[in-house]
């Protein structure tokens, strides 16, 4: 299939990019900076008018609230808002939120979706590697939700995102990050079962290609409209590893919000680091 391609339409201000643009040769984009083109407007809207919220808060449960309660934590930094969910689920259960992305698109529709559940984000719009830059608060979490750490194609831009987590904790800070189980995809193969994780039966999600540095996911929508994402295959302990020479005293990892799991079972690891 030939990707998608860049269209504008005028709105009557600035004109909006409503499709991806891979470029002649898709397995060629492994840039950091290509989040901000991938998750095009048409995307977003898509993504959220079919996931249901009510359903994925269902799914979770209290996961990340226990955590969180468990250790005292109240002030949280979500630093992949997109559009909004944890923030929204945290304010809603009386954290103190500041919602960060470094998509002005995503936190738009992030405070829209907010504000028509009644509440009012507090948003920063800050690239991960320039964290510090531009949010001056000390937190005692870090969340980076929703496989959105395998954005980033390098490890030099691994590190800079992990060390600015890192440097926006309190000393007794944690940072909770999740990520698909990229070591069962690239050593087993993806199984389909885990074509509908989290996205309800609406929208599909599969790897089209893998290799060792690249994951071109592959989105269907009920309308036959197809987008794609393309993702670093972040190992699980290869992102442990990372965590710990970045400063991290404890990483403890869960499958599925287990504590116990079958290494290739899980769709996603949650790793909770701690600062001290
Ligand atoms: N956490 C949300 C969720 O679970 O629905 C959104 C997840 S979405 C897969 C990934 C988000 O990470 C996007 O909103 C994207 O803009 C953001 N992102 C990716 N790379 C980033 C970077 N280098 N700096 C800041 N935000 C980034």
């Known amino acids: ?5 860049e269209t504008r339409v005028q709105t009557g201000a600035e004109p909006e990019i409503t499709r991806q643009n891979y470029g002649d040769d898709p397995l060629k984009v492994r840039q950091s ?20 919220w009510d359903a994925r808060a269902e799914s979770e449960g209290q996961f990340f609230i226990d955590i969180l309660r468990a250790r005292g934590k109240t002030d949280v930094l979500d630093v992949a808002t997109g559009t909004g969910f944890h923030s929204v689920q945290l304010l809603k259960a009386g954290f103190q939120v ?19 559940r009644g509440l009012v984000l507090h948003t920063a719009l ?41 440097a926006a904790l309190k000393h007794d800070g944690i940072l909770i990050m999740d990520q698909r ?4 995809i690239l050593d087993v193969g993806f199984d389909s079962k885990h074509k509908y994780y989290y996205c309800g ?21 009920p309308d036959n409209s197809v987008y794609h994402l393309n993702m670093f295959p972040l190992r699980k302990n290869y992102v442990r590893g990372l965590m710990t020479e970045i400063g991290f005293q404890r990483v403890r990892t869960y499958g599925d919000f287990q504590e116990t799991y079958n290494d290739h079972d899980p769709d996603f690891f949650i790793h909770v680091a701690e600062k001290s």
């Open 1 to 5: 299939m030939t990707g998608p391609v």
């Open 33 to 52: 900076d290509h989040y901000q083109k991938e998750y095009v407007k048409s995307f977003v809207e898509k993504w959220d008018e079919l996931i249901d």
């Open 98 to 116: 500041t919602s960060a992305d470094g998509s002005a698109e995503m936190l738009a529709k992030a405070f829209e979706n907010a504000r028509q």
């Open 126 to 166: 800050a690239d991960w590697r320039a964290l510090n830059r531009d949010i001056h608060g000390r937190y005692d979490a870090v969340i980076c939700l929703g496989n959105s750490f395998t954005h980033l194609h390098d490890e030099k831009d691994r590190r800079r995102a992990l060390a600015e987590f890192y």
């Open 181 to 184: 189980n990229y070591d069962a």
């Open 201 to 221: 039966d609406q929208v599909s999600a599969a790897p089209e290609y893998v290799d060792d540095s690249l994951a071109r996911f592959r989105y269907e929508f």
